[in-house]
């Protein structure tokens, strides 16, 4: 990654930090070694309340309103969009990825906002797999692994035949239905990556391990990733954690007052602002460090002089867990975490309600203006008969058109079709160039060191490089995916005649993990390089010996000696120049084939991902097409009813139609601003 703009902040190791006495704090409870018999495993928690917000309030007044008339006109397709968009409502996970160098107290702060003990927090615990800690009613603890028949990451090689997809779809954190409980006495082998599947080994099938309590700052819907901090902010991982970002609702960096903020978390933050706008960083362990003031003015000025306008904020997580054991507010607001809370409920919980009232609010729009479509034509034709057959003709043409938008030709289906075949082709070509750069500087890497000494940081290097480009190709992805939809919903529009509210996510792959291995150090290198040496003093020694025994001429001993010596001497070079270049052909050869199965395991998932995002676009608009035609049949079939009425009829039936149209036009105008009400707890 580039380094900030301005002078470098220092970046001297961390000084180690003592751990000091751990605050009592209230344990996960775990009766007896197994699991809690909550919910059947890997199965969803029930989802939490939805919060007391005026936005959410109002939408879903608005929701009910209208999904009760679309039941009573019998528009059952409507029924099921607005039962769809009710679970949005209440589905309101709002993902927090907490990330950071390795052993800068990511666990503990996790453990401090939710106030348990959750996270394992050791001095020789690391977090290896993502934990994620959400709500539940029972206390639970679920592992989620990758199919057996997925690549697997622990295994010998790197370079083995590309395995067939997984057969469960994960979700960006890893999760799946397949998830299983465990014990709590478990959980903390699991996140150290002790445990694989169902017993001891390396986490080369775990993908995460899940963790749901019932605490109140878990029931606004907040969602704590513990990400892992092996290997450092500019490795693999790293990478891995970045791309994860597109999905989240927010970032909490975490750094330690031991140090400013170093380079690598300075090109981390840069990157990760392009991809969540929603960061704060967060200093530990102020308890430990007299001089966290000063660090912490450092801080903010770095971040000024690389144009980043996040808020910093200062905690002790020791300060907060003894205030909560202790029951001390004055301790708590000097912990500095509600600050952090604050941020929290202002950023993240009051604007992720407002941004999924508005999504709904689009879809009650869309099913209101389909009611209203036919209580308007009936109350322009009982106003005035005369323009019955105006309005007639007007609705057939809305008829066939609402039809053509429904046949394969349409154009919108034309434009998705063409805009998918562009993106697979783009996208692939996209993802050879960027490997192509890492496979050429590679083999420059190579050319220049010999593999059996220098393997171990080449493929640490390598591996970072991959990772970044599936990353930014990923990125790419689901630009163009928006792009694409944004096309097509205008082509729809522009079909149908009438402007359409929708929102719509083009989906991104997940990004899965990716291992390396290999190992290009010959074991009987040394042995075999003594032996050509010999043999080659030794045929030096038999070549002048006979030489000169045919031509009468007296060889001495030390002179031969010496002469056998120096063709030793070369065949000893000859030697190790064949084994340097027979090792550069093998690092070559891994390289390329490495390359060429990170480019058929990443390519597949982005095809399959615009696969996914055809398939949700195509239904999404034939959806629209349908209930436009269900519409404009109803309206044509509501207009021949009006003309057939009786004058007193025709009275009565317009006052209906009026109520209807103005209640069915007030619903789903925009939220207002949410005020500072559901706060989140402290």
Request: glycine share 8%.
């Amino acid at each position: 990654m580039p380094p900030p703009p301005g002078p470098a902040p220092a970046a001297a190791p961390r000084r180690a930090v003592p751990p000091g006495p751990a605050p009592a704090a209230r344990p996960v409870p775990a009766p007896g070694d197994a699991a809690a018999p909550a919910a059947a495993p890997g199965a969803p928690a029930p989802p939490a309340p939805v919060p007391a917000d005026p936005a959410g309030r109002k939408v879903a007044a608005e929701l009910e309103t209208c999904l009760a008339k679309a039941r009573a006109l019998g528009r059952d397709d409507l029924v099921s969009r607005l039962e769809a968009a009710q679970q949005v409502l209440g589905e309101h996970e709002l993902s927090v990825v907490v990330a950071g160098e390795y052993k800068q107290g990511k666990s503990t702060l996790v453990n401090a906002v939710v106030q348990t003990e959750v996270c394992p927090v050791d001095d020789d615990v690391v977090t290896a797999v993502p934990t994620i800690v959400r709500y539940g009613p029972e206390a639970e603890a679920v592992v989620h692994l990758a199919p057996e028949d997925e690549p697997d990451s622990a295994g010998d090689s790197a370079f083995a035949e590309p395995k067939p997809a997984p057969t469960t779809p994960a979700d960006a954190l890893g999760r799946s239905d397949q998830g299983r409980s465990i014990s709590f006495t478990d959980l903390k082998r699991y996140v150290r990556g002790e445990m694989n599947g169902d017993g001891p080994g390396p986490p080369g099938r775990v993908r995460s391990v899940e963790v749901r309590i019932d605490r109140r700052v878990l029931r606004t819907g907040l969602t704590f990733v513990d990400s892992p901090g092996v290997g450092g902010l500019e490795s693999a991982e790293g990478s891995i954690v970045l791309g994860v970002l597109n999905l989240a609702e927010a970032l909490v960096f975490v750094t330690d007052a031991s140090q400013e903020l170093t380079r690598a978390e300075m090109s981390f933050l840069q990157a990760a602002q392009r991809r969540c706008p929603k960061i704060v960083c967060v200093v530990t362990k102020t308890d430990l460090h007299p001089e966290w003031r000063r660090i912490v003015e450092l801080d903010r000025g770095h971040l000024a002089e690389a144009g980043l306008d996040l808020p910093v904020v200062p905690v002790s997580s020791f300060l907060r867990m003894r205030a909560a054991a202790t029951v001390d507010d004055a301790m708590n607001q000097e912990s500095g975490y509600p600050a952090l809370i604050e941020f929290l409920r202002s950023r993240v919980v009051v604007e992720g309600a407002r941004s999924r009232a508005d999504r709904v609010a689009a879809d009650v729009a869309f099913a209101a203006a389909e009611l209203s479509m036919g209580w308007q034509a009936e109350s322009e034709v009982i106003a005035r008969p005369e323009q019955a057959e105006a309005v007639v003709q007007r609705l057939s043409q809305a008829a066939a058109t609402a039809k053509a938008l429904q046949g394969g030709n349409a154009p919108w289906q034309q434009v998705l079709s063409d805009g998918i075949q562009d993106l697979v082709a783009d996208v692939d070509h996209d993802l050879r160039t960027r490997l192509q750069v890492v496979v050429r500087s590679g083999e420059e890497i190579i050319a220049t060191s010999d593999p059996a000494e220098t393997w171990s940081e080449f493929e640490v290097w390598l591996r970072r490089q991959v990772v970044s480009a599936a990353v930014a190709t990923y990125d790419y992805l689901a630009d163009r995916a928006q792009e694409l939809t944004e096309r097509v919903g205008e082509q729809f529009q522009q079909d149908a005649g009438t402007p359409i509210a929708f929102s719509i996510t083009a989906p991104v792959a997940q990004l899965e993990h990716i291992a390396l291995s290999g190992d290009f150090g010959d074991k009987g290198a040394k042995s075999s390089a003594i032996l050509s040496a010999a043999r080659g003093s030794y045929g030096g020694m038999v070549m002048f010996g006979m030489a000169g025994s045919l031509l009468n001429i007296p060889v001495a001993a030390p002179v031969m000696l010496l002469l056998s010596l120096g063709l030793g001497r070369r065949a000893l070079r000859e030697e190790r120049n064949r084994r340097h270049a027979q090792h550069q052909a093998e690092a070559r050869s891994a390289l390329h084939r490495y390359a060429q199965e990170v480019s058929l395991l990443v390519g597949k998932e982005c095809k399959d991902a615009l696969r996914r995002t055809q398939r949700l676009l195509r239904d999404e608009f034939a959806m629209r097409a349908g209930s436009l035609q269900r519409s404009t049949a109803a309206a044509l079939a509501g207009v021949e009813r009006a003309r057939d009425l009786d004058p007193a009829a025709r009275a009565a039936r317009q006052q209906v139609a009026a109520r209807e149209i103005e209640q069915l036009g007030s619903l789903a105008q925009p939220p207002a601003a949410p005020a500072p009400a559901g706060q989140v707890p402290t």
